[in-house]
């Protein structure tokens, strides 16, 4: 389970909305927001009835069960956990270098003097995230995915002499692994295992998706250019501002990797408004073997995650219900 949760209250937020904004802007109410499984997000609302948002790294605020490959303090691995204050600035910084729209940071915080724990007090982008936007009001969201196409070409242009997590790159670090799709094999297989064990249906057919997984990445030939990639830009992690601007959110895995891993994601998330999303010349084999691997991957993550004591635990169980029947379409009917 992890450390005991901690209920934070406006008492333990205060001296930190005042070195954020100052003593004027008197703290009224704290209230933590869904969805986080790595950090904790808070919305805090003043006097006046403006807001901000909070972000605390503390272990008592992350749901994932520990296991023998995390290293949080350790970045060489370009999958391992992507939560810590080093990660956002590292991000934070990059992004705004390019131009591309994140909430403005008030303070970024680690002496550990306002709170026990890394923390960061972010603008508050008002409204739904894109996911809602999209489900209510498809066709006023054109113009903000295109713009969002455009943040994401930027993004495919901007190089990194080596693949990894941002912060790691800009420390001249080097990641473990002979390549992009090297990594992406060995998490595929650890993937395919833990599934596996998991849920007799993959238990079943592992042995055949072990030889369509290892066929996929054979096909893929090698490459020594790597964009930059927010590495799980799914509509939940794009706020929209009251002009239209796309904001990504939840930023600290931002690394230089392989554009189709990013695209991998954004064609299973996005789904019918992904045509909106793709520029196009990306390389089709190495997108059936990352899009296969990424299926893996959310039936091992979500399944994982319940070990803990993740609140929302139907929508979990329906990510990983509903990737397991993907993986699985990448069988004949005569392997199933």
């Keep these: 389970m992890g450390e005991a949760r901690r209920v934070v209250t406006r008492d333990h937020l205060e001296g930190v909305a005042r070195a954020a904004l100052g003593a004027e802007h008197r703290l009224t109410g704290v209230s933590r927001l869904r969805g986080g499984s790595k950090k904790g997000v808070y919305r805090l609302t003043f006097a006046d009835d403006s807001t901000t948002i909070v972000y605390i790294w503390d272990d008592a605020e992350n749901y994932w069960p520990a296991t023998r490959a995390d290293d949080a303090g350790h970045h060489a691995d370009p999958f391992s956990h992507a939560s810590g204050i080093d990660l956002f600035q590292a991000a934070n910084r990059r992004l705004a270098a390019l131009g591309i729209r994140t909430p403005r940071v008030h303070l970024a915080d680690r002496s550990r003097s306002h709170y026990p724990a890394d923390i960061a007090v972010v603008e508050d982008v008002p409204g739904e995230n894109l996911e809602a936007l999209l489900r209510r009001e498809p066709h006023r969201m054109e113009a903000t995915l295109a713009r969002l196409a455009e943040a994401l070409d930027v993004?495919?242009?901007h190089t990194g002499p080596g693949f990894g997590k941002?912060?790691?790159i800009d420390d001249s670090g080097i990641s473990r692994g002979r390549s992009c799709e090297r990594v992406v094999l060995d998490r595929a297989l650890d993937d395919l295992a833990?599934?596996?064990f998991r849920d007799a249906r993959i238990g079943?057919?592992?042995d055949r998706l072990e030889e369509v997984v290892r066929g996929l990445a054979a096909a893929v030939r090698p490459r020594s250019e790597y964009g930059l990639i927010h590495g799980e830009l799914g509509p939940d992690h794009v706020l929209v501002d009251r002009r239209g601007q796309p904001v990504l959110?939840?930023?600290e895995g931002l690394m230089f990797f392989d554009v189709e891993w990013e695209h991998?994601?954004?064609?299973?998330?996005?789904g019918e408004h992904y045509r909106l999303l793709n520029s196009g010349g990306l390389d089709e084999q190495r997108l059936a073997f990352y899009t296969l691997a990424m299926r893996?991957?959310?039936?091992?993550?979500?399944?994982r995650l319940l070990d803990g004591d993740f609140p929302d635990r139907d929508a979990m169980r329906g990510i990983a219900e509903y990737n397991l029947r993907q993986a699985l379409g990448f069988l004949s009917s005569d392997d199933r």
């Design 155 to 157: 993004m495919r242009r």
């Design 166 to 168: 941002v912060a790691l």
């Design 194 to 196: 833990e599934a596996a």
């Design 204 to 206: 079943r057919v592992r």
């Design 249 to 251: 959110i939840d930023i």
């Design 264 to 270: 991998a994601f954004l064609r299973i998330r996005f």
């Design 296 to 303: 893996l991957s959310l039936v091992s993550g979500p399944l």
